[in-house]
């Protein structure tokens, strides 16, 4: 069996001497968890907040007000502003972001139950991508932390090894 990817993830920024700072909205944490169980894990990870209102998303990561009113806090333009809020906050080499809705509850027209938008913001890189699972609250909570680890793998194994 393969090394989860939060060891790998966590291999990766050792080697390459990277750090990495967390926005999570939907996730609640979990991603920061996975990455804290790694022993060692504090010489790559900076931390990470937990943004989860409206307010929290402004005053932590600096989202811009029409950014929240306009696009709504599941969105692409939200998650990166989230990314960006998360490297500069805590002097990160690497910001990554999730933000979305878990569910059951919390669906609109246009934004199903399960959307999620991830971003990973480095210095010379940007990516954004949306989800959409199909999980109950645990099952959508855990596919976007396996997403948000699998962003940063690819980047740092497609971007930073090139």
Known sequence: MSEPLEVIVGQLLLKHKLTLALAESCTGGLVGHRITDVPGSSAY???GIVAYSYD????????????????????????????????RALGADIGISVTGIAGPGGGLPGKPVGLVYICLSARDFERVEKFVWDKDRSGNKWASSEAVLQMLQDYLTTQVEE
Do not use: C, P, Q, W
């Open 45 to 47: 990870l900076v931390g």
């Open 56 to 87: 929290a998303k402004e005053l932590l990561l600096g989202v811009r007000h029409n950014t929240l009113y306009d696009f709504g806090a599941v969105s692409a333009e939200t998650a990166v502003e989230m990314a960006h809020g998360a490297r």
